[in-house]
């Protein structure tokens, strides 16, 4: 089946750790994304990359890092400057505006 | 970014039909609307979008406005598998984000 597979789905960070996290789709599609989600809250978007070797900065892009350097695959780092990472993230994909965005299952980072 | 209201909660029986408001009055001509539905620590799902028609889906019906300040996401039958945050959006052509409020908790009775 095709879909947006996100990896691990529970993290945990150290203090002064970057973390990464898997994100994989198997649709196709040229754009990708990524978002924060704090409880109780909507999706902010981090970043986002509408073609291969490109991305874009979204509305909450300082301490986090993205490459594209295949089209399935779009991983996400949260990095030691990012203070507050303790969130649920989430990958999408789309074929284009203003088409769906498919969400994967999502990461819980947490701090230890 | 065109910004859209929901009520925090609504509570529908099971087997009726629900009908979940949503306004946007600042829409424009570039913002297409979308619904999205989010159980527990899962992703949202895709339900439907529209951008002046009325929509239907296997899951949905979405009917807009003739003005397009408010929109309604019809779930013909409820079940307790529709228990979910919904979110309205409104998706402008132009750029690439989707911008989420808190949308409506969903409660179904059984």
């Known amino acids: 089946d095709g879909g947006i597979t996100q990896s691990p789905k529970y993290l945990f960070r150290k203090e002064g750790q970057n973390v990464t996290l898997s994100c994989e789709q198997n649709?196709?599609?040229?754009?990708m994304y990524w978002y924060r989600q704090d409880p109780g809250q909507g999706l902010r978007l981090i970043y986002y990359?509408?073609?291969?070797?490109?991305?874009q900065k979204g509305d909450i892009a300082e301490g986090y890092s993205v490459s594209r350097e295949k089209k399935e695959s779009f991983p996400l780092t949260v990095t030691s400057a990012q203070k507050n990472p303790t969130a649920f993230y989430l990958c999408?994909?789309?074929?284009?505006?203003?088409?769906?965005?498919?969400f994967g299952d999502g990461t819980r980072l947490s701090i230890l | 970014d065109a910004k859209t209201t929901q009520p925090n909660s609504m509570e529908s029986n099971e087997e009726e039909p629900v009908h979940l408001p949503c306004n946007h009055s600042?829409?424009?001509?570039?913002?297409?609307i979308h619904w999205y539905r989010q159980l527990p620590s899962q992703g949202p799902e895709y339900v439907i979008h529209?951008?002046?028609s009325n929509v239907n889906n296997r899951m949905a019906s979405l009917a807009i406005a003739e003005d397009r300040k408010s929109s309604t996401l019809i779930l013909h039958r409820a079940t307790l598998r529709d228990a979910a945050v919904y979110y309205c959006?409104?998706?402008?052509?132009?750029?690439?984000?989707?911008?989420f409020g808190t949308g409506t908790r969903l409660t179904i009775i059984p």
């Open positions: 999408a994909s789309s074929i284009s505006r203003p088409q769906p965005q498919h």
């Open positions: 649709l196709n599609h040229d754009a």
């Open positions: 990359s509408q073609i291969v070797n490109d991305f």
């Open positions: 600042t829409i424009s001509g570039t913002d297409y």
């Open positions: 529209g951008l002046t």
């Open positions: 959006i409104l998706r402008d052509v132009r750029y690439e984000k989707l911008t």
